[in-house]
């Protein structure tokens, strides 16, 4: 590979979800009826986490789970590709794309079903993309906390839902996994670490690797 040339944009600054719905409501979108948890033939669209179109990595790829009756598809004796991620996908700008249909126009939940037991007693991060953009401001930063078991998520505030708009038809939603909050700490942790080497690199340059 060769890079012929480099581009240094400005930081795209992208609106909030507030901002982002009020436009949905002065353009007179509506909420399909039956969408409250997740684009089923019902308004809505089961997306097996498995069948994922795109990854960025060819360590991310589906694994067997049998630590919940409720994982689809599965089976009593059989091992059966039924999730994705896992431990394959904690790397940060690693993302996974689905495809998926939208019955109608309107506007949408997304849920999802999902485990993080990687850290414990903390939360994974990943920016959300449809149709390859972030939607809004707080679609960089969907938080994942700590469980042992899978929950249903439905990416939004505390108490309020997001409500993304889907035009009818085909749709793609990407989540890329990213530092989140912890971002500006390891920053200030990586800057004194910097800082330290630099200073090591200072004194063995008179003094040598082995003083006497």
């Keep these: 590979m060769s890079i012929f040339s480099v581009h240094i944009l400005s930081k795209e600054n992208h609106k909030t979800y507030d901002e982002v719905y009020d436009s949905f409501l002065a353009n007179g979108y ?34 067997p789970d049998r630590t919940s009756a409720y994982n689809s598809p599965n089976d009593p004796v059989k091992i059966i590709l039924n999730a994705i ?18 019955p109608e126009d ?42 042992s078991d899978f929950n249903i998520v439905t990416l939004g505030k505390e108490k309020e839902p997001f409500y993304f708009y889907f035009t009818k038809g085909k749709h793609q939603i990407t989540l890329e996994a990213t530092l989140g909050d912890y971002g500006a700490q390891i920053a200030r942790v990586q800057n004194v670490i910097d800082e330290l080497n630099d200073i090591y690199r200072r004194i063995i340059a008179k003094t040598g690797v082995s003083p006497d």
Excluded at 36 to 60: V, W
Excluded at 124 to 133: A, F
């Design 85 to 102: 991620g896992a431990n394959k996908w904690i790397t940060p700008g690693d993302w996974i794309t689905w495809e998926f249909d939208v």
């Design 106 to 147: 309107g506007l949408y939940n997304i849920s999802l079903r999902a485990k993080q037991s990687a850290s414990r007693g903390l939360f994974s991060t990943r920016t959300v993309y449809i149709d390859g953009e972030v939607p809004f401001a707080e679609a960089e930063n969907a938080k994942f906390i700590y469980s």
């Design 30 to 63: 509506e909420r399909v009826k039956g969408a409250k948890t997740a684009l089923s033939n019902k308004g809505s669209a089961l997306i097996e986490g498995e069948d994922a179109i795109y990854r960025s990595s060819p360590t991310i790829y589906a694994i």
